[in-house]
């Protein structure tokens, strides 16, 4: 045991520490003191290294968090999601005080990345997205979803302020491409990391083609084919007048997996004769 002027040092050493973490405190605790060295107290400190001038040898300090205690757990709170500190807890006896003990914490993220991103529509101008809300303690308040475009060097911001959990954007360019990403922010502000990975290049349009029709038991079934290099959601339409074209109605709309793909128009049975079409917007 170490002894100065008689009296025994305490050893201090956070033995057994515990940490605990939220997204805005972290919890240190560790096993008491023994008796053997008296009343002992606590404290908790940041450390800090300045170098100054630049290239000159370093000079550290230490900086006290909060007030010393003679309990074995400290609570730091009002941290920043995500953050990354090293705790310093010293103990000090009646003989004088230990070393410094460190600890290195990382706060957690306030809200979790959104899991699951998708594409759900795509045209030549427009990208239809939607993702599931994140998982973990924190709930999302509200989204918002990126573009990157010139090999991710550029990006646009869509969406800020989204509450949904799907979102259609448009104005795009035809031929363009962008990598595309969402991420969440709580109540507080605090963002997520980003939930993304998958290009996708607005086509320019190509007209689908009819390619079979036939009867089938739930209707009357179409085979389309698309015909660009990217599929892209199809518009199917109807009318009973084809003279008049304020008579189409959409009646589907598809973006196929697979090229060609088939549509059946469950209603064909409610007329005598129908009309349809097929746009690519």
Avoid: C
């Avoid at 201090?12 to 405190?25: L, M, P």
């Avoid at 109540?187 to 190509?206: D, E, K, L, M, R």
């Avoid at 199809?234 to 793909?261: E, K, R, Y």
């Amino acid at each position: 045991m170490n002894a100065r002027y008689g009296t025994p040092y305490p050893t201090a050493q956070i033995k057994q520490a515990v940490v605990s973490v939220t997204a805005n405190s972290v919890t240190l605790s560790w096993a008491a003191e023994d008796p053997v060295v008296g009343a002992v107290t606590y404290s908790a400190y940041l450390r800090h290294v300045l170098h100054d001038p630049r290239g000159s040898g370093s000079t550290v300090w230490y900086t006290q968090i909060g007030s010393s205690t003679t309990q074995t757990s400290l609570t730091i709170s009002g941290l920043t999601p995500g953050l990354t500190q090293a705790y310093y807890v010293v103990a000090m006896g009646p003989g004088g005080s230990s070393g410094y003990n460190s600890a290195i914490v990382a706060t957690t993220s306030s809200v979790q990345p959104p899991v699951n991103l998708r594409m759900t529509g795509l045209t030549s101008t427009s990208i239809s997205l939607a993702w599931d809300a994140p998982a973990g303690p924190v709930p999302a308040a509200s989204y918002e979803v990126w573009g990157w475009y010139n090999g991710g060097v550029n990006y646009t911001v869509y969406g800020t302020g989204n509450t949904n959990t799907t979102l259609t954007i448009t104005g795009l360019v035809p031929g363009s491409s962008h990598q595309w990403g969402v991420r969440a922010f709580d109540a507080q502000g605090y963002h997520s990391a980003f939930n993304y990975g998958f290009t996708v290049i607005n086509p320019v349009p190509v007209a689908p083609q009819f390619t079979a029709m036939s009867t089938a038991a739930s209707g009357f079934q179409f085979t389309i084919s698309e015909g660009g290099p990217v599929l892209q959601t199809a518009l199917i339409q109807a009318t009973t007048n084809p003279a008049d074209q304020n008579s189409w109605v959409q009646i589907g709309s598809v973006l196929p997996t697979s090229n060609p793909f088939t549509f059946i128009d469950t209603n064909a049975s409610q007329y005598p004769i129908r009309f349809y079409r097929i746009l690519a917007p």
